[in-house]
Protein backbone atom coordinates (compact mmCIF):
# COMPACT_ATOMS: atom_id res chain seq x y z
CA UNK A 1 0.00 0.00 0.00
CA UNK A 2 1.01 3.30 -0.79
CA UNK A 3 1.79 5.72 2.47
CA UNK A 4 0.10 8.92 2.51
CA UNK A 5 2.23 12.12 1.30
CA UNK A 6 1.39 15.30 2.64
CA UNK A 7 1.71 18.58 1.26
CA UNK A 8 4.95 20.83 1.92
CA UNK A 9 2.55 23.98 1.89
CA UNK A 10 4.50 25.32 -1.68
CA UNK A 11 3.00 29.23 -2.12
CA UNK A 12 -0.21 30.39 -0.81
CA UNK A 13 -3.31 31.86 -1.89
CA UNK A 14 -2.85 30.67 -5.51
CA UNK A 15 -2.44 26.79 -4.74
CA UNK A 16 -4.73 24.12 -4.70
CA UNK A 17 -4.03 21.45 -1.94
CA UNK A 18 -5.71 18.37 -3.99
CA UNK A 19 -5.82 14.35 -3.20
CA UNK A 20 -5.74 12.16 -5.94
CA UNK A 21 -7.41 8.92 -5.75
CA UNK A 22 -6.06 5.32 -7.53
CA UNK A 23 -7.10 1.99 -6.56
CA UNK A 24 -4.95 -0.99 -6.08
CA UNK A 25 -4.95 -4.44 -7.76
CA UNK A 26 -7.28 -5.62 -5.21
CA UNK A 27 -9.47 -2.73 -5.48
CA UNK A 28 -8.54 -0.61 -2.28
CA UNK A 29 -8.36 3.20 -2.46
CA UNK A 30 -4.76 5.08 -2.10
CA UNK A 31 -4.60 8.55 -1.56
CA UNK A 32 -1.85 11.66 -1.98
CA UNK A 33 -1.60 15.57 -1.23
CA UNK A 34 -0.06 17.28 -4.00
CA UNK A 35 0.39 21.31 -4.87
CA UNK A 36 -1.19 23.30 -7.95
CA UNK A 37 2.08 25.52 -8.34
CA UNK A 38 0.41 28.48 -10.64
CA UNK A 39 3.04 31.61 -9.84
CA UNK A 40 6.31 32.52 -10.08
CA UNK A 41 7.38 32.93 -6.29
CA UNK A 42 5.78 29.08 -5.51
CA UNK A 43 8.18 27.74 -8.39
CA UNK A 44 10.80 29.33 -6.61
CA UNK A 45 10.31 27.57 -3.33
CA UNK A 46 10.13 24.60 -5.16
CA UNK A 47 13.03 25.11 -7.19
CA UNK A 48 14.46 25.49 -3.14
CA UNK A 49 13.10 22.30 -2.34
CA UNK A 50 14.77 20.59 -4.83
CA UNK A 51 18.39 22.16 -4.77
CA UNK A 52 17.81 21.10 -0.64
CA UNK A 53 16.57 17.73 -1.25
CA UNK A 54 19.11 17.02 -4.37
CA UNK A 55 16.45 14.22 -5.49
CA UNK A 56 13.77 14.73 -7.71
CA UNK A 57 11.67 13.16 -10.15
CA UNK A 58 9.16 14.80 -12.88
CA UNK A 59 7.02 14.11 -16.08
CA UNK A 60 5.27 16.48 -18.59
CA UNK A 61 2.66 16.76 -20.52
CA UNK A 62 2.65 18.64 -23.60
CA UNK A 63 1.07 18.74 -26.99
CA UNK A 64 2.74 18.20 -30.18
CA UNK A 65 1.01 18.39 -33.21
CA UNK A 66 0.11 22.05 -33.55
CA UNK A 67 3.39 23.84 -33.36
CA UNK A 68 6.94 23.70 -34.10
CA UNK A 69 8.25 22.18 -30.91
CA UNK A 70 5.77 20.61 -28.46
CA UNK A 71 4.32 23.13 -26.34
CA UNK A 72 4.54 22.53 -22.19
CA UNK A 73 1.25 22.26 -21.10
CA UNK A 74 2.34 20.84 -17.31
CA UNK A 75 5.42 19.60 -15.43
CA UNK A 76 4.87 17.36 -12.63
CA UNK A 77 7.14 16.85 -9.84
CA UNK A 78 7.77 14.59 -7.15
CA UNK A 79 10.31 14.79 -4.32
CA UNK A 80 10.82 12.44 -1.57
CA UNK A 81 7.98 13.42 0.32
CA UNK A 82 5.72 16.23 -1.89
CA UNK A 83 4.21 16.27 -5.06
CA UNK A 84 3.66 19.66 -7.06
CA UNK A 85 1.90 20.43 -10.42
CA UNK A 86 3.58 23.07 -12.28
CA UNK A 87 1.22 25.64 -14.75
CA UNK A 88 3.85 26.98 -16.84
CA UNK A 89 1.26 28.97 -18.28
CA UNK A 90 0.83 31.01 -15.20
CA UNK A 91 4.24 30.65 -13.32
CA UNK A 92 5.89 32.11 -16.75
CA UNK A 93 9.75 32.00 -17.68
CA UNK A 94 10.57 28.36 -16.34
CA UNK A 95 14.22 28.98 -16.60
CA UNK A 96 14.67 28.61 -12.85
CA UNK A 97 13.54 24.89 -12.85
CA UNK A 98 15.19 23.39 -15.47
CA UNK A 99 18.74 24.96 -14.41
CA UNK A 100 17.55 23.16 -10.82
CA UNK A 101 17.57 19.92 -13.25
CA UNK A 102 21.16 20.14 -14.16
CA UNK A 103 22.36 20.43 -10.60
CA UNK A 104 25.57 18.63 -10.44
CA UNK A 105 24.38 17.48 -6.63
CA UNK A 106 20.47 16.78 -8.28
CA UNK A 107 19.81 13.60 -8.62
CA UNK A 108 16.95 13.95 -11.74
CA UNK A 109 14.20 10.67 -12.35
CA UNK A 110 12.59 9.97 -15.51
CA UNK A 111 10.67 7.38 -16.61
CA UNK A 112 11.16 7.13 -20.63
CA UNK A 113 12.23 10.64 -20.63
CA UNK A 114 13.21 11.83 -24.36
CA UNK A 115 10.63 15.14 -24.28
CA UNK A 116 11.84 15.43 -20.76
CA UNK A 117 15.47 15.59 -21.37
CA UNK A 118 14.94 17.84 -24.45
CA UNK A 119 12.46 20.38 -22.68
CA UNK A 120 15.85 20.90 -20.02
CA UNK A 121 18.05 21.15 -23.10
CA UNK A 122 16.57 23.23 -25.10
CA UNK A 123 15.72 25.66 -22.02
CA UNK A 124 19.58 24.92 -20.53
CA UNK A 125 22.09 23.79 -23.59
CA UNK A 126 23.13 21.35 -21.20
CA UNK A 127 22.66 17.93 -20.45
CA UNK A 128 21.30 16.69 -16.88
CA UNK A 129 24.07 15.08 -14.96
CA UNK A 130 22.74 12.33 -12.63
CA UNK A 131 19.56 11.31 -14.94
CA UNK A 132 17.93 7.94 -14.20
CA UNK A 133 15.99 6.91 -16.79
CA UNK A 134 13.18 4.30 -14.95
CA UNK A 135 12.65 2.44 -18.24
CA UNK A 136 16.22 1.66 -19.37
CA UNK A 137 16.49 1.00 -15.25
CA UNK A 138 14.15 -1.87 -15.68
CA UNK A 139 15.75 -3.07 -18.99
CA UNK A 140 18.97 -3.52 -17.58
CA UNK A 141 17.13 -6.03 -14.56
CA UNK A 142 15.20 -8.14 -17.55
CA UNK A 143 12.17 -6.57 -17.63
CA UNK A 144 10.96 -6.09 -21.36
CA UNK A 145 12.16 -3.28 -23.22
CA UNK A 146 10.48 -0.94 -23.37
CA UNK A 147 7.61 -0.80 -20.28
CA UNK A 148 5.02 1.27 -19.66
CA UNK A 149 5.19 3.33 -16.73
CA UNK A 150 1.76 1.53 -15.43
CA UNK A 151 2.97 -1.76 -16.05
CA UNK A 152 5.77 -0.80 -13.83
CA UNK A 153 4.11 0.71 -11.32
CA UNK A 154 1.74 -2.79 -10.99
CA UNK A 155 4.67 -4.57 -11.07
CA UNK A 156 6.19 -3.43 -8.05
CA UNK A 157 3.22 -1.32 -6.38
CA UNK A 158 0.35 -3.83 -7.53
CA UNK A 159 -1.51 -0.36 -8.44
CA UNK A 160 -3.25 0.02 -11.68
CA UNK A 161 -2.99 3.83 -12.97
CA UNK A 162 -6.14 5.59 -14.44
CA UNK A 163 -5.49 6.59 -18.16
CA UNK A 164 -8.53 8.02 -19.01
CA UNK A 165 -7.32 11.58 -19.62
CA UNK A 166 -4.48 10.02 -22.03
CA UNK A 167 -6.17 12.18 -24.89
CA UNK A 168 -6.60 15.22 -22.86
CA UNK A 169 -6.40 18.38 -24.62
CA UNK A 170 -3.98 20.11 -21.76
CA UNK A 171 -3.45 23.46 -22.78
CA UNK A 172 -7.33 24.17 -22.50
CA UNK A 173 -7.69 26.26 -18.92
CA UNK A 174 -8.92 25.53 -16.55
CA UNK A 175 -7.87 22.06 -15.59
CA UNK A 176 -10.57 19.45 -14.11
CA UNK A 177 -9.11 18.00 -10.64
CA UNK A 178 -9.53 14.42 -12.49
CA UNK A 179 -6.87 16.01 -15.11
CA UNK A 180 -5.17 16.73 -12.09
CA UNK A 181 -4.89 13.82 -10.43
CA UNK A 182 -4.36 11.95 -13.86
CA UNK A 183 -0.76 14.19 -13.99
CA UNK A 184 0.04 13.90 -10.27
CA UNK A 185 0.08 9.78 -10.34
CA UNK A 186 2.25 10.12 -12.96
CA UNK A 187 5.20 11.34 -10.93
CA UNK A 188 4.13 9.86 -7.48
CA UNK A 189 5.91 6.00 -7.63
CA UNK A 190 8.80 7.16 -9.37
CA UNK A 191 10.62 7.93 -6.36
CA UNK A 192 10.15 4.36 -4.90
CA UNK A 193 10.72 2.79 -8.53
CA UNK A 194 14.32 4.43 -8.60
CA UNK A 195 14.89 3.30 -4.71
CA UNK A 196 14.20 -0.20 -5.71
CA UNK A 197 16.11 -0.17 -9.06
CA UNK A 198 18.64 1.42 -7.66
CA UNK A 199 19.35 -0.89 -4.80
CA UNK A 200 19.13 -3.85 -7.50
CA UNK A 201 21.16 -2.64 -9.65
CA UNK A 202 23.97 -1.79 -7.24
CA UNK A 203 23.51 -5.15 -6.62
CA UNK A 204 24.77 -6.47 -9.91
CA UNK A 205 26.98 -3.90 -10.13
CA UNK A 206 25.71 -2.01 -13.12
CA UNK A 207 24.84 1.26 -11.96
CA UNK A 208 27.93 2.11 -14.18
CA UNK A 209 26.28 0.29 -17.68
CA UNK A 210 23.22 2.35 -16.61
CA UNK A 211 25.22 5.66 -16.08
CA UNK A 212 26.84 5.00 -19.38
CA UNK A 213 23.94 4.05 -21.32
CA UNK A 214 21.80 7.48 -20.28
CA UNK A 215 24.53 9.76 -21.40
CA UNK A 216 24.89 8.18 -24.86
CA UNK A 217 21.21 8.74 -25.23
CA UNK A 218 21.29 12.50 -24.10
CA UNK A 219 24.68 13.11 -26.40
CA UNK A 220 22.92 11.42 -29.33
CA UNK A 221 19.54 13.67 -28.60
CA UNK A 222 21.49 16.93 -27.86
CA UNK A 223 23.15 16.25 -31.61
CA UNK A 224 20.10 15.38 -33.27
CA UNK A 225 18.88 18.36 -31.69
CA UNK A 226 21.52 20.57 -32.81
CA UNK A 227 22.33 19.15 -36.63
CA UNK A 228 20.44 19.50 -39.98
CA UNK A 229 18.56 16.11 -40.40
CA UNK A 230 17.13 16.50 -44.21
CA UNK A 231 19.02 13.05 -44.63
CA UNK A 232 15.77 11.34 -42.87
CA UNK A 233 13.32 12.00 -45.08
CA UNK A 234 11.90 9.29 -46.24
CA UNK A 235 12.46 8.78 -50.13
CA UNK A 236 15.00 10.79 -50.87
CA UNK A 237 17.56 7.32 -51.00
CA UNK A 238 17.35 7.16 -54.61
CA UNK A 239 18.52 10.64 -55.53
CA UNK A 240 21.61 12.01 -55.65
CA UNK A 241 23.89 15.43 -56.96
CA UNK A 242 21.26 18.34 -57.68
CA UNK A 243 18.43 16.56 -55.92
CA UNK A 244 19.65 16.11 -52.71
CA UNK A 245 20.83 19.84 -53.15
CA UNK A 246 17.55 20.74 -53.28
CA UNK A 247 16.44 18.19 -50.53
CA UNK A 248 18.64 19.96 -48.26
CA UNK A 249 17.62 23.70 -49.48
CA UNK A 250 14.19 23.14 -49.24
CA UNK A 251 14.32 21.55 -45.71
CA UNK A 252 16.14 24.55 -44.30
CA UNK A 253 13.72 26.64 -45.69
CA UNK A 254 10.77 24.77 -44.25
CA UNK A 255 12.02 24.20 -41.21
CA UNK A 256 13.29 28.18 -41.03
CA UNK A 257 9.15 29.07 -42.13
CA UNK A 258 7.34 25.91 -39.54
CA UNK A 259 10.12 27.56 -36.92
CA UNK A 260 8.45 31.80 -37.59
CA UNK A 261 5.15 30.31 -37.74
CA UNK A 262 5.26 27.62 -34.83
CA UNK A 263 4.11 24.94 -36.77
CA UNK A 264 5.26 21.87 -37.28
CA UNK A 265 7.15 22.08 -40.69
CA UNK A 266 5.02 19.38 -42.58
CA UNK A 267 1.92 21.91 -42.68
CA UNK A 268 3.97 23.96 -44.47
CA UNK A 269 5.19 21.46 -47.22
CA UNK A 270 5.21 17.42 -46.96
CA UNK A 271 7.87 15.42 -47.45
CA UNK A 272 6.23 13.64 -50.17
CA UNK A 273 6.02 17.09 -52.27
CA UNK A 274 9.52 18.50 -50.84
CA UNK A 275 11.04 14.60 -52.02
CA UNK A 276 9.19 15.27 -55.50
CA UNK A 277 9.91 19.32 -56.10
CA UNK A 278 13.71 17.79 -55.59
CA UNK A 279 12.96 14.94 -58.29
CA UNK A 280 11.91 17.27 -60.80
CA UNK A 281 14.90 19.99 -60.07
CA UNK A 282 13.04 22.83 -61.22
CA UNK A 283 12.89 25.95 -60.07
CA UNK A 284 9.59 26.99 -62.82
CA UNK A 285 6.54 27.98 -60.84
CA UNK A 286 4.45 26.66 -63.33
CA UNK A 287 5.90 23.23 -63.22
CA UNK A 288 5.83 23.74 -59.41
CA UNK A 289 2.52 24.30 -59.27
CA UNK A 290 1.12 21.37 -61.55
CA UNK A 291 2.45 19.12 -59.08
CA UNK A 292 -0.63 17.34 -57.18
CA UNK A 293 -0.98 18.55 -53.76
CA UNK A 294 0.45 21.57 -54.69
CA UNK A 295 -2.91 23.31 -55.36
CA UNK A 296 -3.62 23.46 -51.79
CA UNK A 297 -4.13 27.17 -50.84
CA UNK A 298 -1.72 26.73 -47.66
CA UNK A 299 1.31 25.04 -49.69
CA UNK A 300 0.24 27.18 -53.10
CA UNK A 301 1.03 30.47 -51.27
CA UNK A 302 4.39 29.22 -50.89
CA UNK A 303 5.41 28.75 -54.46
CA UNK A 304 7.38 32.26 -54.71
CA UNK A 305 9.91 31.33 -51.94
CA UNK A 306 9.77 27.46 -52.87
CA UNK A 307 11.36 28.64 -56.18
CA UNK A 308 13.94 30.64 -54.93
CA UNK A 309 14.48 27.91 -52.14
CA UNK A 310 15.53 25.70 -55.03
CA UNK A 311 17.24 28.83 -57.47
CA UNK A 312 19.19 29.35 -53.76
CA UNK A 313 19.82 25.70 -53.78
CA UNK A 314 20.90 24.41 -57.47
CA UNK A 315 24.01 27.09 -56.57
CA UNK A 316 25.68 25.12 -54.01
CA UNK A 317 27.23 21.84 -54.27
CA UNK A 318 25.68 18.47 -53.27
CA UNK A 319 25.80 17.92 -49.45
CA UNK A 320 27.71 15.05 -48.27
CA UNK A 321 25.01 12.20 -47.88
CA UNK A 322 26.04 11.28 -43.88
CA UNK A 323 25.87 7.23 -45.42
CA UNK A 324 25.90 4.64 -42.22
CA UNK A 325 29.57 3.64 -41.76
CA UNK A 326 29.62 -0.28 -43.68
CA UNK A 327 31.63 -2.85 -42.02
CA UNK A 328 33.18 -5.81 -43.73
CA UNK A 329 32.27 -6.69 -47.43
CA UNK A 330 29.45 -7.73 -48.22
CA UNK A 331 26.40 -9.63 -46.05
CA UNK A 332 26.81 -12.12 -43.59
CA UNK A 333 24.86 -15.24 -44.83
CA UNK A 334 21.73 -15.00 -42.76
CA UNK A 335 21.61 -18.28 -41.01
CA UNK A 336 24.90 -16.84 -39.23
CA UNK A 337 23.01 -13.58 -37.82
CA UNK A 338 19.84 -15.64 -36.74
CA UNK A 339 22.60 -18.22 -34.57
CA UNK A 340 23.64 -15.18 -33.20
CA UNK A 341 20.21 -13.89 -32.24
CA UNK A 342 19.94 -16.84 -30.84
CA UNK A 343 22.80 -16.48 -28.85
CA UNK A 344 21.70 -12.89 -27.78
CA UNK A 345 18.41 -14.21 -26.70
CA UNK A 346 20.09 -16.92 -24.11
CA UNK A 347 22.80 -14.42 -22.88
CA UNK A 348 20.47 -11.86 -21.91
CA UNK A 349 18.01 -14.81 -20.39
CA UNK A 350 20.62 -15.51 -18.51
CA UNK A 351 22.06 -12.20 -17.72
CA UNK A 352 18.81 -10.40 -16.83
CA UNK A 353 18.95 -8.05 -19.89
CA UNK A 354 16.24 -6.60 -22.10
CA UNK A 355 17.47 -8.04 -25.52
CA UNK A 356 15.94 -5.29 -27.01
CA UNK A 357 18.37 -2.63 -25.28
CA UNK A 358 21.07 -4.37 -26.61
CA UNK A 359 21.44 -4.81 -29.82
CA UNK A 360 19.15 -5.01 -33.37
CA UNK A 361 19.52 -7.28 -35.78
CA UNK A 362 21.54 -4.39 -38.07
CA UNK A 363 23.59 -3.96 -34.62
CA UNK A 364 24.51 -8.31 -35.03
CA UNK A 365 25.05 -8.29 -38.81
CA UNK A 366 27.47 -5.47 -38.41
CA UNK A 367 29.29 -7.11 -35.43
CA UNK A 368 29.35 -10.31 -37.54
CA UNK A 369 30.79 -8.09 -40.73
CA UNK A 370 33.20 -6.78 -39.18
CA UNK A 371 34.85 -9.90 -36.79
CA UNK A 372 34.94 -11.97 -40.20
CA UNK A 373 36.89 -9.01 -42.12
CA UNK A 374 38.12 -6.57 -39.12
CA UNK A 375 40.78 -4.98 -41.52
CA UNK A 376 38.18 -3.68 -44.00
CA UNK A 377 37.50 -0.55 -42.89
CA UNK A 378 38.86 1.46 -40.26
CA UNK A 379 37.22 1.13 -36.50
CA UNK A 380 34.94 -1.53 -35.18
CA UNK A 381 31.06 -0.73 -35.32
CA UNK A 382 30.62 1.00 -31.59
CA UNK A 383 28.00 -1.40 -30.42
CA UNK A 384 28.98 -4.94 -28.91
CA UNK A 385 32.63 -4.04 -29.15
CA UNK A 386 32.64 -1.37 -26.45
CA UNK A 387 31.28 -0.17 -23.51
CA UNK A 388 28.89 -2.49 -21.19
CA UNK A 389 27.72 -4.14 -24.13
CA UNK A 390 30.98 -5.82 -25.33
CA UNK A 391 31.39 -6.43 -21.44
CA UNK A 392 28.68 -8.81 -21.14
CA UNK A 393 27.87 -9.82 -24.49
CA UNK A 394 30.73 -9.31 -27.14
CA UNK A 395 33.05 -11.63 -25.43
CA UNK A 396 30.54 -14.39 -25.87
CA UNK A 397 29.83 -13.91 -29.25
CA UNK A 398 33.09 -13.62 -30.07
CA UNK A 399 34.09 -17.33 -28.95
CA UNK A 400 31.12 -18.57 -31.03
CA UNK A 401 32.60 -16.72 -33.58
CA UNK A 402 35.99 -18.49 -33.07
CA UNK A 403 34.54 -21.83 -32.00
CA UNK A 404 35.63 -21.60 -28.16
CA UNK A 405 32.06 -21.75 -27.25
CA UNK A 406 29.66 -23.71 -28.39
CA UNK A 407 25.74 -23.29 -28.53
CA UNK A 408 24.19 -26.75 -28.16
CA UNK A 409 20.39 -28.08 -27.69
CA UNK A 410 20.06 -29.08 -24.33
CA UNK A 411 16.02 -29.26 -23.27
CA UNK A 412 13.37 -28.85 -25.99
CA UNK A 413 10.76 -28.53 -23.86
CA UNK A 414 12.02 -25.53 -21.62
CA UNK A 415 11.42 -21.41 -22.04
CA UNK A 416 15.28 -21.45 -23.04
CA UNK A 417 15.84 -24.83 -24.88
CA UNK A 418 19.54 -23.81 -25.85
CA UNK A 419 22.82 -23.61 -23.78
CA UNK A 420 26.51 -22.60 -23.78
CA UNK A 421 29.19 -25.10 -23.68
CA UNK A 422 32.92 -25.51 -24.28
CA UNK A 423 34.24 -27.98 -26.70
CA UNK A 424 36.21 -30.50 -25.96
CA UNK A 425 39.92 -30.29 -26.88
Aim: proline content about 6%; hydrophobic content about 35%.
Amino acid sequence: MISRLQGTGLGRGDNRNITIFNRSSTGQRLNAHFSYITNPDSLHQLCQKIAAEKLVAFDTEFVAEDSYRPELCLVQVATEDSIAIIDPYTCGDMTAFWESLIDPQVTVIVHAGREETLFCYRATKRLIPNLFDIQVAAAFLGFEYPASYGNLVHRFTGMILDKEETRSDWRIRPLSNQQLQYAAQDVRDLPRLYRTLKQQLDKLDRLSWLEEETKQRQSELAEFESSENWFRISGIQALSGNSLSIVRGLWNWRDTKAKERDIPPRKILRDDLLVELARRGTSDVRRMSSLRGMEHRHTKQYLPELAKAVEDALKEPPPVWPKKHRYGKGQPAGMLTQFLSAALAYICRTKRIAPAIVATSEDLRDFVKYRLDPQSDGAPPPCLTVGWRAEIIGKELDELLSGKLAMVLDDPNSDMPIKFCRPRT
